[in-house]
Nanobody, 125 residues
Framework: QVQLEESGGGLVQAGGSLRLSCAAS????????MGWFRQAPGKEREFVAG????????HYADSVKGRFTISRDNAKKSLYLQMNSLKPEDTAVYYC??????????????????WGKGTLVTVSS
């Protein structure tokens, strides 16, 4: 079993940056893909970024490509999301997610086995 806890959310002005972190517990962290999802007010949760178990492969939603960077440190059992050039439309609760199997990079909710509780990011205009 994997437990996930996000941190790093907050209020930032448009154009600013934030770095989200996700601390994981459990022995399987290093062998599963990880990802970030977000849910804006009144909208469905959506995929933001995903990373393979070893960190060599990453995927991004078109809306964040070139602005966000996902990374992980398996020794620290941690996942990160560096968010630059933030826009008001990036305002959402951001969730850390663990893939449902070895090598699975979670890019859809059905491929997620574990969720964190989320951290709120608010971007003001």
């Amino acid at each position: 079993q994997v437990q996930l806890e996000e941190s790093g959310g907050g209020l930032v002005q448009a154009g600013g940056s934030l770095r989200l972190s996700c601390a994981a517990s459990g022995r399987t962290f290093s062998i599963v893909g990880m990802g970030w999802f977000r849910q804006a007010p009144g909208k469905e949760r959506e995929f933001v970024a995903g990373i393979s178990s070893g960190g060599s492969s990453t995927h991004y939603a078109d809306s964040v490509k070139g602005r966000f960077t996902i990374s992980r440190d398996n020794a620290k059992k941690s996942l990160y999301l560096q968010m630059n050039s933030l826009k008001p439309e990036d305002t959402a609760v951001y969730y850390c997610a663990a893939g449902s199997g070895v090598g699975v990079i979670p890019s859809r909710e059905r491929s997620v086995a574990y969720w964190g509780k989320g951290t709120l990011v608010t971007v003001s205009s």
